[in-house]
């Protein structure tokens, strides 16, 4: 008789998701899944509202990366204006952008992964936390705490709030930029890269204690999907797409992502809410890529800026080629945080920054306009479609978590196969073993929710069920 | 006279869960009281708390029948599960990390109705009233 096990939901990510695994008569995995059960709706909310208010409105997509959704519909608001906008709001956003991928990697680091990491994947779990890391490491952790404090007081500081600023939108930004801005978030620049400095150094040495998870935990061949600039370097606002191969080679190159429908597909499964991007002329599934951090690093052949270089060029002596191993993620996510405070810190001596024209006035000039940038966790696409009259007619959102989808699903079928091997019926599995499967979609900080209220605890459920549907048994993790 | 910071929970957006949001309005502003309104708590509150000698998190509670008041019970074990913390995180990280040794309450504000929606149920203006009076008793030593 064969059973699922079921992980339900996937712990320590944004949003709620599960992991079932079928198993055969001989209980050997048989073939594994994440499911995305959450439902948003956004495309179909925004319809017949003004496209003047997409940035305020999809900017609550999500709690984690809203600054994200604000540059990517501001961006099709600007196209749609037909405008290009000051220098001096280019500039803002840049800024807000490295702000909120800082932010948005320090959680993902230090909040969600470092008990993994630092504490090591069989931990107990009401250990494996942020509390558990206060007891064995409170300096690193405050440091974690504090990089997204940084990050986040940037946000409120340029765009006017934490979460959900709405200082962007077509055409521009409503601020200035000012000295006493830029002063207060230079004095925390030294903290800054001394804290992601540690990181890296507390990481890379003990890579090695992880070798069976790095090969085994979404170690696969795949395209890397990411912007650059005109140079080939990272880009997290503005520049083409490039896409590698597993080998390293440039595999498609100056794709315009405002035409990234001619190039990218979306398929869709019925066992998760979360469509399969794909690259269309392999079809799918052929054509899947993984993006965000690994695929940037990947995709770049320089950061330009120093320590950043320093470490992306050790970074890619790790993979002959790319780097294909989805733990290096973390690693790749300590990389960008470094290139965030260097750039945030170069931009504060840019005098672009400062200027007094932040917005290019204009009335629609388009009914069709697409923003991209690069979000923490990949690259996003905004496509609008407007009547005459500016209203929307319809929307499509491309998000990373979506175009990792099919990544995700065979990293956690990699992870089960290789770590749960065979399953007594009448046996839970090792909660370390659970873990992992789970640490495996960690990796990719997929982002689910995108709300930020978190309505209670999200109990950890596992359950065997037989193909009949009867639960042959069910372990719980719920905390008091 | 010590010094208080008041932090309303909830999302304006869930009907009841912006009870504590509505309680802040309603508190007498003095010198040596800061209020702040978050969605949902974080770590970074830790190093926010730290320079306070007392904090009170507010927070609607659908199994409260009365609003109280009463100290934050602070474990060293945590939630395995979210990025969130409750106070009881909050507080032990600010005060191993940040030095806080002051004291922390948490108020609990009946709620019932957590739909979407902007508007409170009836029965919750009364327990803003009540909350807000428990909370002018707890500060008025220090006005």
Known sequence: ?480 | MRTTLLIACGNPLRRDDCVAHEVLRLVTRTPRLELLGVQQLVPELAEEIAGFERVVFLDADVRSMHPAIEPVRVTTSGSPLTHAANPSEIVALSRALCGFDGEALVCRIPARDFSPGESLTPDELHMMREAAGELERLLAPDL
Not at chain 1, 8 to 16: A, F, S, W, Y
Not at chain 1, 101 to 128: E, I, N, T, V
Not at chain 1, 244 to 259: C, E, H, M, Q, T
Request: include cysteine; glycine fraction near 8%; proline fraction near 6%.
């Open chain 1, 1 to 480: 008789m064969s059973t699922r096990l079921m992980i339900e939901p996937v712990t320590r990510i944004e949003g709620h998701a599960k992991i079932s695994i079928q198993l055969n008569d001989a209980g050997e995995v048989e073939s594994s899944r994440f499911h995305i059960t959450e439902f948003r709706g956004f495309e179909k909310i925004c319809e017949g509202r003004p496209f003047e208010e997409m940035p305020g409105l999809m900017s609550r997509v999500c709690g984690i990366c809203p600054v994200s959704h604000v540059l990517a519909s501001s961006k099709a608001g600007d196209m749609l204006l037909g405008v290009s906008i000051p220098i001096a709001a280019e500039k803002q956003r840049r800024l807000v952008n490295y702000a909120q991928l800082l932010q948005s990697h320090a959680l993902s680091f230090f909040h969600l992964s470092a008990p993994d990491l630092l504490l090591g994947m069989d931990a107990p779990p009401a250990k494996r936390n942020i509390l558990g890391l206060l007891e064995r490491d409170p300096d690193f952790l405050r440091r974690g705490i504090r990089l997204r404090q940084f990050g986040q007081r940037v946000i409120e500081l340029v765009g006017g709030k934490r979460v959900h600023p709405g200082w962007s939108g077509p055409g521009g930004v409503h601020r200035r930029f000012t000295t006493e801005q830029r002063d207060e978030i230079l004095t925390w620049i030294p903290e800054a890269i001394a804290s992601v400095t540690l990181a890296l150094d507390r990481l890379k040495p003990i890579l090695d204690s992880f070798r069976e998870e790095i090969a085994n935990m979404g170690n696969f061949p795949s395209l890397f999907l990411a912007t650059v600039n005109p140079d080939g370097g990272l880009e997290y606002y503005d520049g083409k797409i490039r896409i590698v191969d597993s080998k390293g080679n440039i595999f498609a190159d100056d794709l315009d992502p405002a035409r990234y429908f001619d190039w990218l597909g979306e398929a869709s499964e019925d066992f998760t809410m979360v469509k399969f991007p794909f690259y269309r002329p392999l079809g799918y599934p052929g054509g899947f890529y993984r993006v965000g951090p690994l695929a940037r690093l990947n995709v770049a052949r320089f950061a330009g800026t120093e320590r950043a270089d320093r470490e992306l060029r050790e970074f890619k002596e790790r993979g002959a080629g790319a780097v294909c191993e989805s733990f290096h993620y973390h690693l790749a996510r300590l990389v960008e945080m470094l290139h965030a405070v260097e750039r945030i810190e170069q931009l504060m001596s840019d005098a672009d920054l400062f200027g007094d024209s932040t917005q290019a006035r204009a009335s629609l000039n388009r009914t069709e306009g697409i923003g991209s940038c690069e979000a923490p966790r990949g690259t996003l696409f905004h496509h609008y479609q407007v009547d005459a009259n500016g209203l929307m007619v319809k929307a499509n959102l491309l998000i990373a978590t979506g175009q990792n989808n099919h990544a995700m699903n065979l990293a956690v079928d990699q992870a089960a196969r290789h770590f749960l091997g065979r399953v007594d019926p009448g046996i839970p599995p090792d909660e370390g073993i659970l873990n992992r499967l789970e640490a495996a979609i960690r990796c990719f900080d997929p982002c689910l929710s995108c709300s930020t209220h978190a309505l209670g605890r999200m109990p950890l459920i596992v359950e065997w069920i037989a193909a009949d549907g009867s639960v042959l048994g069910q372990i719980s993790r719920r905390p008091e």
